[in-house]
């Protein structure tokens, strides 16, 4: 069994900063990537950053330049640094990861309960 822990969310004002921890834990074998996904009310869930295991990210359009994710693999865990947060960046955050519990079997998606994030103008 896989569980995704994300923390970090809450309230912060326009133009501050929060940074969201994922930790990946239970049976892996492997980690080929983690995501930051994010849903606001009325919206439907989009991509925010991802991290591949070959140190790849990307980024939406919309967080470049604002938010960087990161990964520490020796723990299992995915980071996402957000600056100059903007009130439509109000969302529920949800991590996100493509793991092998064992080599012989194939990849499954795991996702975190998700951790709220609000900016206030």
């Known amino acids: 069994q896989v569980q995704l822990v994300e923390s970090g969310g809450g309230l912060v004002q326009a133009g501050g900063s929060l940074r969201l921890s994922c930790l990946a834990s239970g049976n892996i074998f492997s980690i080929r990537t983690m995501a930051w996904y994010r849903q606001a009310p009325g919206k439907q869930r989009e991509l925010v950053a991802i991290s591949s295991s070959g140190s790849t990210t990307n980024y939406a359009d919309s967080v470049k330049g604002r938010f960087t994710i990161s990964r520490d693999n020796a723990k299992n865990t995915v980071y996402l640094q957000m600056n100059s947060l903007r009130p439509e960046d109000t969302a529920v955050y949800y991590c996100?990861?493509?793991?092998?519990?064992?080599?012989?079997?194939?990849?499954?998606?795991?996702w975190g309960q998700g951790t709220q994030v609000t900016v206030s103008s």
């Open positions: 996100n990861a493509r793991i092998k519990s064992e080599a012989w079997m194939s990849e499954s998606t795991y």
